[in-house]
């Protein structure tokens, strides 16, 4: 292996083992009996890894297991609904893993399979995964024909192909050319036909090579979509009459060549003379269906008769030769096409993720089918598209598919088919891309500095006056170099609550339109004067300002994509800002009871006393990492009247005192009784002495 081809085989593992550890640490499908695993059972091929799995039927129903990197931080996985498959259970979770039932529809018909995965982690953040999928199926094709069989030159001949999965064999509906024994493939419901037309007299030898839809795995590990040849050997004898060529072979039925016909060069043969007419029959026999007739000319010098045909009905060579018949005795034989005018009743256009449309979008590549009459006599081509040729196109008279890479810089507002080189009446639109893109197009200040809608969390507590909210935007992030999103249209919903969490004002922002700037390709395609290009300020919408909030009020901004815009779901995300606060400052009164005082003037300790009054100027303080929420303890300064509530004439120790007080409480939200613990200092000013406290006492908040 050469060294730069092993260097980028070797990155190209590495890449997909990165992409596959940064989704999932593993993934399982499990198919009937059999167990497949990304990390074990994956499979290179053409850069990409992909998961492998053998079916026997098209429509297996599966069980998916996927196992996060780290479950904690995962709050849910969805996985896309495609035409591919249907999900049949919502998704469960299972210890450490998700796990999704499904069912797919026709795996032999299904193109780029691949699961696509939303995982939803906590904070609120969002990504996407993919899983390509590799269906493979042995598919075995037999061909056995009886030992006696035997071709007639110039005569159609079909047989019976045994298959064990016929819909996974590309059908080739045209025949092979240049072969001793040409053919063709044709599925009839279920049966897969063999059509073989013969071109040598003798021994002639028919090499019948043929490929599969989704691949197989040999022997030695390796993806292979072709089946191994089949050889046989057919003796060829010459027609019982004499075979005319006609050209050309295809002949348009339509009412000019009815009416004048179409002038045609025929074989030479003694049995037709000139000056005649001849009937073109479908059979060998009396009274068959009449095709075409042909009047003789004139000999030319190249050894053939030049005729003009007038066709009738129409014919096809896979339905067997044509009959000159001077009046109903058969004379020799040819074959040719007689067909309608081409004609296109349908053209669908196939996007990734097989999401139909009739427009092509700048950049992308789609695979287009185009349904109609006559196609085979056609050769279409796109104006300003390159067509990528692939094997597995499907071309005959009915269908013609192209695989279309549209440049990315395209200027025409429509795509002109061609026949050739004449217009054919047929345009495409070209439509600019209108996809939803993440919100790191989107900046909010609302003081700290403009940051990103994407990198915001959920929850962001401010500490200051917020003088106003600004949404500004980069459009220069919305289209890169080759992924375009185009135009986004957004929506905003404001919501304002007081500190009690009561409701003081709603407001909704509809049809914010940014486009992408001139950095984009398509900058000139996206002009639109409804462009936001300023940004927008909440006070100039709001009637209570944000300035005027009071602490731990609450702005709620709600920011989505306009659903009615998009033929996807959009983003949305939502952020609260909270006016945080670090301490407040109330006038309190508590009633300490059973206090532990020290005076300085004294020995020992006071003996516990009843119940005085405290009115105390209390310093609050607020949890920083907590909503509104206080921390257990107090610092105020006030007056004690110690004893205050002891009336008996022989009370002691009734004093009135100046203190500086610390307090324990519980963290309770709300409550107007609760039972703090003091601890303090202060000074009585009728014993005139210091003193310390400790005790505990009951609180009421006003």
């Given at each position: ?129 993919e899983i390509p999928l590799m269906p493979f199926h042995t598919t075995e094709v037999g061909f ?12 159609e001949r079909t047989f019976d192909l045994l298959c064990n999965n016929p819909e996974n064999i ?453 949890d920083p990492n907590k909503i509104n929420r206080y921390r257990p303890y107090k610092v105020g ?66």
């Amino acid at each position: 292996m050469k060294k730069k081809t092993y260097i980028t085989f070797v990155l190209a593992i590495l890449t997909g083992i990165t992409y596959a550890q940064n989704c999932f640490k593993e993934v399982l499908l499990r198919i009937d009996t059999l167990e497949y695993s990304y990390t074990k059972n994956g499979i290179f091929y053409k850069r990409d890894k992909y998961l492998p799995f053998r079916y026997e039927e098209a429509t297996p129903i599966a069980e998916l297991q996927v196992y996060p990197n780290d479950i904690n931080k995962i709050q849910k996985i969805s996985l896309f609904n495609t035409s591919d498959f249907e999900i049949l259970d919502s998704t469960l979770r299972v210890d450490d893993y998700f796990r999704f039932k499904i069912r797919f529809k026709n795996l032999n018909q299904s193109k780029f399979l691949k699961f696509s995965f939303t995982i939803f982690e906590v904070p609120l953040k969002e990504s996407t995964c993919e899983i390509p999928l590799m269906p493979f199926h042995t598919t075995e094709v037999g061909f056995n024909p009886k030992d006696d069989d035997e071709l007639y030159i110039g005569e159609e001949r079909t047989f019976d192909l045994l298959c064990n999965n016929p819909e996974n064999i590309r059908i080739n509906s045209i025949f092979t050319e240049k072969e001793e024994i040409n053919y063709r493939t044709e599925l009839v419901g279920k049966q897969l036909k063999l059509h073989l037309l013969p071109s040598k007299l003798g021994k002639s030898e028919l090499v019948l090579n043929l490929s599969t839809q989704n691949p197989y795995i040999d022997e030695k590990g390796r993806i292979r979509y072709d089946l191994p040849t089949i050889k046989r050997h057919f003796q060829v004898k010459g027609s019982r009459l004499a075979y005319l060529n006609v050209l050309p072979k295809d002949i348009t039925l339509e009412e000019k060549t009815q009416a004048e016909g179409i002038e045609i060069e025929l074989d030479y043969t003694r049995l037709l003379g000139l000056d005649r007419t001849y009937r073109i029959e479908n059979q060998e026999k009396k009274g068959g269906r009449l095709v075409a007739e042909i009047f003789t000319k004139k000999f030319l010098s190249n050894g053939k008769i030049l005729c003009v045909l007038r066709p009738y009905s129409l014919h096809r060579l896979t339905e067997g030769y044509l009959y000159i018949k001077n009046t109903d005795e058969p004379i020799c034989i040819t074959n040719f096409n007689v067909s309608p005018k081409t004609i296109i009743n349908q053209i669908i256009i196939t996007h990734e993720g097989n999401k139909q449309e009739t427009a092509f979008y700048p950049g992308e590549t789609a695979e287009v089918r185009i349904e109609g009459l006559s196609l085979h006599k056609t050769r279409f081509h796109f104006g300003g598209l390159t067509e990528i040729a692939s094997d597995s196109l499907i071309k005959n008279e009915n269908i013609q598919t192209f695989r279309l890479q549209v440049p990315i810089n395209i200027t025409e507002k429509e795509v002109e088919i061609y026949n050739f080189s004449t217009k054919f009446g047929k345009t495409i639109p070209i439509k600019e891309h209108q996809k939803p893109h993440k919100f790191n197009f989107i900046n909010i200040n609302y003081g700290a500095g403009k940051q990103m809608l994407e990198d915001l969390p959920q929850t962001v507590l401010y500490p200051k006056t917020i003088r106003d909210i600004e949404i500004s935007f980069s459009p220069e992030k919305i289209d890169e170099a080759n992924k375009l999103f185009g135009k986004q249209y957004l929506s905003v919903d404001i919501t304002v609550f007081n500190t009690k969490g009561d409701l003081i004002e709603i407001k909704h922002i509809p049809n914010i339109l940014v486009c992408p700037d001139e950095t984009s390709l398509r900058a000139d395609f996206y002009d639109d004067a409804q462009c936001s290009k300023n940004s927008i300020s909440l006070n100039s919408i709001l009637g209570r300002k944000t300035y005027d909030l009071d602490g731990w009020s609450r702005i709620e901004m709600v920011f989505r994509h306009e659903k009615d815009k998009y033929k996807e779901n959009g983003f949305s995300k939502k952020i609260e800002i909270y006016l945080q606060k670090k301490m407040r400052f109330d006038t309190e009164f508590s009633f300490p009871g059973g206090l532990l005082i020290k005076r300085g003037d004294q020995d020992g300790f006071s003996p516990f006393g009843g119940i005085s009054l405290a009115i105390i100027q209390q310093l609050n303080f607020y949890d920083p990492n907590k909503i509104n929420r206080y921390r257990p303890y107090k610092v105020g300064i006030g007056v004690l009247a110690n004893n205050a509530f002891n009336f008996s004439p022989t009370a002691t120790d009734r004093d009135l005192g100046i203190v500086v007080l610390g307090s324990l409480y519980p963290t309770r939200r709300d409550v107007k009784l609760t039972f703090p613990l003091f601890a303090g200092m202060g000074y009585f000013l009728s014993a005139k002495a210091w003193f310390f406290l400790v005790g505990p006492g009951i609180f009421v908040r006003f």
